[in-house]
């Protein structure tokens, strides 16, 4: 498996380290409420077909990227900098 | 008052010869780490030429010459390969200790190489004044083309031993590979 | 028998082998089975279940039959004499058999087989449930089984290797070779392997013209071109094994099996990952048998196999051959044997009924009007038609799609993203269709690549038609083999049928067709077939044949290649590492770390002794200790406050320049995930220290924060664990320690939690005032280059002192005294309120875990909290691991209270003491619990207690 890092291009998968779905970026407020951060930290869905998901280029230049994938076909669509998502 | 004995990452380690392959220890004056705070790139880029006439690279490049360089480390951050730097408006941090750096050379290094990293080091994507940040084994390391048959690898101080008894061990099979082809 | 001449051996290079003991001689070029042939043995083996004697069936890597046991520095087992080069002095035994390959006493199994058919092994070995381990499983083991496992380690050496290209050709026939031509002439990055050991395909194996002249030529000028290449490199001997996401393939590299006296650290095997952008299957297509009764007699073989053995190798596969098959395969065959001399016995077209023969085929039997009437020969040569090489093209999940006219599965389209088919392998049998077929693939994926390729110049070659009506089964007295390395027959896939497992999937479970090691390549088709026959269904509605990697068997220790030892995990060396090994230190693994245990004095037997006294030693004197292992992230910025505020429970934004303070780190769901101190080295510097075991955790939790959470934040985050090495120096004479190795020194600038820079010896240094043994304690660090020296000089001054250097065991012990907590403690589960540290969660601002901490049941009687043990009754002991009981309670699980998580003898209190998580346990203290390690039994009453056995008011650490 390969990941293109927008930072280092097309890598290796054993550079990288998963983390889950890419709502680990949608942080509620604090007062946001239970409800808001069970899903935040506990729900997640488990899509056939395109997700969105975190990895961190640990093995390589250390960002963590969103990387939008198919979770049937395996294709890889894209990549983007955790940072610019978050901003 | 005693005095302290330095000692360096490969010292006892290296150099190794294999055939017409070897590994040896590179010595920088100083190695130091530099983060341009947000937007200030260009003064710090600016300051750098100034102190050692190196620009900052690009990603995955190096700038400056033999004994005054500055490579890209990683997001934000290069490594100053030279004397020591401190510009303004950047993180730096002293690494001078903190890396074993080893150098690859001969016939055969890339194929050495391409046992240990997944990186693609093909003559016409990792170029002379290239870096790239991959595995080396299971450690991370920076790697550096500095010549057609000379890679530059920096690697955790502590895995020094590590490193220098797995590109031994690929030094050695390419060597007696190609002795046999 | 050796033909007088031809093929491409060298006749000049005789080369001594046996066989079972038995010498024998072959030339270089040759194969095992073709030297083998070439001194008519051909019986080379016995099946898995019967005992059947075998013959070589193939000239490839799909041999079902002949598997040898090869004589090397650990012998290697169920090696395909097909595709094993022969080497001087090479040493094959047969396998499976028992005594002897000609008498196998095994072989009244064959007799049995009424009674081992299909399913036999489900049927019989049911029940009773004892007698599997005892009876069955032995029996089955000796009985059935293939070539045996040396059972030594096997020392030899593998790579492990990767390779990119744009291009990847699997398979060097012609279409390989023709796409590897275009490709490599406009400049592509090729890469083409092939698992044979020179490239040609069957043009080796064939009597072929291409332009105008024999094919070798042909093959010869395209190898020296692609050769003369600097963008193609060619692999051979080594065979592409899988398909995998992202345009990555699996390749086995024979290195040195076939060489006589391989190269000193030449590995055997290397084992590839090859990242292609695209890749073309050129990996041709396999002949098929045909199921008649008796047809496994040794001597019964491909047509295919036949020809290669005569034009490639020079050997006549028997004195009179027979054909059996329709089309020009047959006709090819039989105008090849002709050619090279072969006495033709006859072809037949129509039924070949029967065989027989003793160990070998002497007689085939065909119809003869009511009758049959018997053929004399020793070889027969079948042609059951083409199988395209799908395999690679299923390996992610893509099923073949079945072509009438073929009679045959090709590729699905798009089977393999990035992966096209060409040649055979797509269906397109013809030497010609194949050439076309290769440029034209190639052609289109240059224009992809943005490459231009100009069109290439076809050679001329053979392009005749390929019509078939398949014979998958002759009817007929005797039994008919379809798997022949498992004994599956007609009647067995047959009888699966009749039993209700329709499916194919059932079946092959059933019937163990297609399981053996050359996973139905010889035999799923053909079975498929009878399958349909026996339902009324057709073959495409019966179902499809697949296959999953590798595409041939592939030694464990090659695929493992690179994880032995320092390739499995790295060693990560502290500087003080050879002082410590100098002085006895045993070194234990903290992580990839490896520290100093404890350091034996003359006269002590036990680690217990050594470990007494070094906690003493830092009690009344003085130790040291490398704590260079603990993470050491420098945090700078204009945020870096405003950062750190926001990853630890408690503030660090307020924290004085020159101070350091203790931190607790949460996870987002409200657990502690890390804990340690940070200095303030600046106005806008720290440096954070983390625990060993989570350094490389934090780093990326750091970097998480601050690109996820805090992308505006100015902040720069950078490790300098491995610049500085560091040293615990603590004890009532830590500070006459530093003064000798500190230039203008004086302890008391130099209050609890402080830190600062320092000059030691000369060298510019850091100091930081922290404990973690509850004495006065500092620790000193310098850039690494100096860490060994400052390390010898700390001891020698600490000696003269009455001190040394300590040891991970002492270090544990005092902190345990101390109440201090490691990752045995703050494991994942436990809350801050767990360990008693609720309060840090500051009230005034928001942190990472924050949140969730506050969820009902994080806090509260209810939780299991961290509290002291100490034994209270007759057995003294505690263990980690052990469950805490209320005194008179059952120790069932149900019962449990709590668990104890870290226990020590305490020298300075005389007594174990242990730290645990105990229900509600902060309000139990001077309760007595019942200890129970069910693992290692022991029992003990113990007292609750606080955890801070030692100095609870901290005098020791602050004076
Ligand atoms: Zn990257």
Redesign the interface.
């Known amino acids: 498996m390969r990941l293109p890092c927008p930072i280092c291009g097309e890598r290796d998968v054993r550079e990288f380290t998963y983390k889950g779905h890419a709502v680990a970026l949608d942080r509620p407020a604090p007062n946001a409420g239970d409800a808001a951060w069970e899903d935040y930290v506990h729900l997640r869905e488990n899509p056939a077909g395109e997700t969105r998901e975190l990895w961190y280029h640990g093995g390589g230049c250390g960002a963590w990227i969103v990387v939008r994938r198919n979770t049937v076909t395996h294709e890889v669509l894209g990549a983007e900098l955790a940072s610019e998502v978050a901003e | 008052m005693a005095k302290l004995i330095a000692k360096s990452p490969g010292a006892g380690l290296l150099p190794v010869r294999v055939g017409s392959l070897s590994l040896t220890e590179e010595a920088h004056d100083a190695i130091t780490c530099v983060a341009p705070f947000q937007g200030q790139e260009k003064p710090v880029s600016a300051a750098l030429k100034d102190a050692i006439g190196a620009a900052l690279p690009g990603v995955g490049r190096v700038t400056g010459k033999a004994g005054a360089r500055v490579a890209w480390l990683g997001l934000g951050q290069v490594l100053v390969l030279g004397p020591p730097v401190a510009p303004p408006g950047a993180a730096v941090t002293d690494q001078s200790d903190g890396w074993a750096c080893l150098t690859l050379e001969g016939p055969g290094s890339r194929a050495v190489l391409a046992r240990l990293t997944p990186l693609d080091l093909r003559e016409n994507l990792f170029k002379r004044g290239h870096a790239a940040r991959s595995l080396l084994g299971h450690m991370t390391c920076l790697f550096l083309r500095t010549g057609v048959e000379r890679y530059e690898m920096l690697v955790f101080r502590s895995m020094a031993a590590t490193a220098v008894h797995e590109l031994t061990h690929a030094m050695q099979s390419v060597a007696a590979q190609r002795s046999g082809a | 028998m050796r033909l007088s001449q031809g093929g491409l051996i060298d006749r000049a290079k005789p080369l001594r082998f046996s066989f079972d003991g038995k010498g024998y001689q072959g030339f270089a070029g040759d194969t095992l089975a073709s030297a083998l042939l070439a001194n008519d043995v051909r019986l080379v083996g016995r099946s898995f279940k019967y005992h059947r004697p075998r013959g070589i069936l193939t000239a490839d890597s799909n041999e079902p039959n002949a598997l040898m046991t090869i004589r090397r520095a650990v012998d290697e087992p169920n090696v395909r004499a097909t595709t094993q080069e022969l080497y001087e002095g090479l040493e094959a035994r047969s396998q499976n058999a028992w005594p002897a390959l000609g008498f196998d006493l095994l072989g009244m199994n064959d007799l049995l087989a009424p009674f081992l058919g299909a399913g036999f092994y489900y049927k019989t070995f049911m029940w009773p449930k004892s007698f599997w381990e005892r009876v069955y499983e032995p029996f089955i083991r000796r009985a059935a089984g293939l070539g045996a496992l040396s059972k030594a380690p096997d020392r030899g ?1 593998y ?6 290209c744009d291009l990847l050709v699997i398979g060097g026939g012609p279409a390989g070779l023709m796409a590897a031509l275009v490709a490599g002439r406009a400049g592509a ?1 090729v890469i083409l392997a092939d698992e044979d050991t020179r490239l040609g395909g069957r043009l080796l194996a064939e009597r072929e013209e291409i332009d105008g002249g024999p094919a070798l030529d042909w093959v010869e000028e395209a190898t020296a071109e692609l050769r003369a290449l600097p963008n193609v490199r060619l692999m051979t001997r080594t065979t592409v094994t899988g398909a ?5 393939y699996g390749a086995l590299e024979r ?1 040195s099996q076939h ?1 006589a006296s ?6 055997i095997e290397t084992f590839w ?1 090859i ?1 292609a952008r695209r890749a073309i299957l050129a990996a041709g297509a396999h002949e098929r048998p045909i199921a008649f009764p008796n047809n496994d007699r040794p001597g019964v073989m491909l047509a295919s196999a036949v020809r290669a053995y005569v034009n490639r190798w020079g050997v006549a596969p028997g004195k009179r051959v027979a054909v059996f098959g329709q089309g020009a395969d047959a006709e090819r065959t039989a105008r090849d044997l002709r050619a090279a001399g072969v006495e033709l016995a006859e072809v037949i077209t129509d039924r070949v009924t029967g065989t027989n023969g003793r160990l070998g085929l002497e007689e085939i039997l065909v119809p003869d009007g009511d009758g049959a009437r018997g053929i004399n020969c020793d070889c027969l040569a079948v042609a059951g038609g083409w199988n395209p090489a799908v395999h690679l093209t299923c390996h ?1 999940g893509a099923r073949p799609v079945w072509r009438d006219d073929l009679a045959a599965f090709v590729p699905a389209e798009g089977a393999v ?1 990035g992966l096209t088919p060409a040649g055979a392998c797509a269906g397109a049998f013809s030497t010609a269709a194949c050439l076309s077929g290769g440029a034209r693939v190639a052609g289109a994926i240059l224009e992809d690549l943005g490459l231009s390729a100009p069109k290439p110049d076809l050679p001329e070659a053979e392009d005749g038609g390929y019509t078939i009506t398949p014979i998958w089964h002759v009817e007929g007295k005797g039994r008919a083999w379809l798997d022949f390395q498992n004994d599956v027959t007609v009647k067995d896939v047959k009888q699966s049928a009749t039993e209700g497992f329709r499916s194919v999937e059932h079946m092959k479970r059933y019937t163990t067709q297609g399981m053996a090691t050359d996973q139905g390549k010889n035999s799923n088709v053909a079975a498929l077939a009878v399958l349909a026959d026996a339902t009324g269904r057709t073959i495409p509605e019966t179902g499809t044949t697949t296959f999953r990697p590798p595409y041939t068997p592939i030694n464990i220790a090659a695929l493992g290649a ?1 994880a032995l030892d ?2 499995f ?7 003080s590492h050879a002082a410590s090994v100098a002085r006895g230190a045993p070194m234990i693994e903290a992580g ?2 490896y520290r100093p245990s404890y350091f034996p004095a003359p006269g002590e037997q036990t680690w217990r002794e050594a470990c007494d006294r070094e906690v003493t030693m830092v009690r009344q004197a003085v130790g040291v200790a490398d704590v260079s292992t603990l993470g050491k992230i ?1 945090i ?3 945020d870096a406050g405003k950062f750190l505020d926001f990853v630890y429970t408690n503030t660090f934004s307020t924290l004085k320049e020159g101070r350091v303070r203790y931190g607790l780190m949460l996870r ?2 409200g657990h502690v995930m890390d804990d340690g101190t940070t200095a303030r080295l600046g106005a806008q ?1 720290y440096l954070m220290t983390t625990t060993t075991a989570a350094a ?1 955790q934090v780093m ?1 939790h750091l ?2 924060v601050r ?3 805090m ?2 934040a ?1 902040v ?1 985050i ?1 490790s ?6 560091q040293f615990a120096v603590a004890g009532p004479k830590a500070g006459a320690v530093l003064a000798s ?1 500190l ?1 203008d020194w004086a302890p008391g600038d130099w209050p609890f939690m402080s830190c600062g820079a320092v000059s ?4 510019a240094g850091r100091l930081f005032r922290i404990s973690f043994s509850g004495e006065q304690g500092y620790e000193i660090a ?9 390390f010898r ?1 700390l001891v020698a001054q600490a000696e003269a002192l009455g001190g040394g250097p300590y040891g991970m065991e002492a270090l544990n012990v005092l902190r345990i005294e101390k109440g201090f907590i490691t990752h045995a403690e703050i494991h994942g589960r436990v809350t801050a309120f767990d360990i008693g540290m609720g309060r840090m969660v500051s009230a005034k601002k ?1 942190c990472v875990g ?3 901490s506050e ?1 009902p049941g994080l806090s509260g009687p209810e939780r299991e909290q961290m509290v002291g043990l100490k034994p209270a009754g007759s057995v003294k002991q505690l263990t980690g691991g052990a469950h805490l009981f209320e005194a008179g309670a059952r120790a069932t699980a149900a019962n449990s209270q709590g668990y104890v998580t870290s226990v020590g003898f305490s020298p300075t209190l005389g007594c174990f003491l242990g730290q645990g998580f105990l229900r509600n346990g902060r309000a139990r203290h001077g309760e007595t619990v019942r200890m129970v390690d069910h693992v290692r039994g022991v029992e003990a009453m113990c007292e609750v207690c606080d955890p801070v056995f030692y100095d609870p008011e901290g005098g020791r650490m602050r004076g």
Do not use: I, N
């Open positions: 050496r790579d492990k290797a990767f390779a990119h990055d995998y996401d992202g345009g990555t290195v060489l391989p190269a000193g650290h030449a590995p990952r990242v992610m993203p690179g320092k390739g995990a790295p060693e990560r060396h502290l500087t990839l770390w420098d700078q910025g204009p987002e769901d510097q490389g990326a970097d998480w690109q996820a959470l992308p505006g100015d720069q950078a300098v664990t491995e610049h500085w090495a190795v230039d030691v010896s000369g060298v310098v850039p690494a280059r100096f860490g060994e020296s400052l000089l928001d924050k949140t969730m969820r």
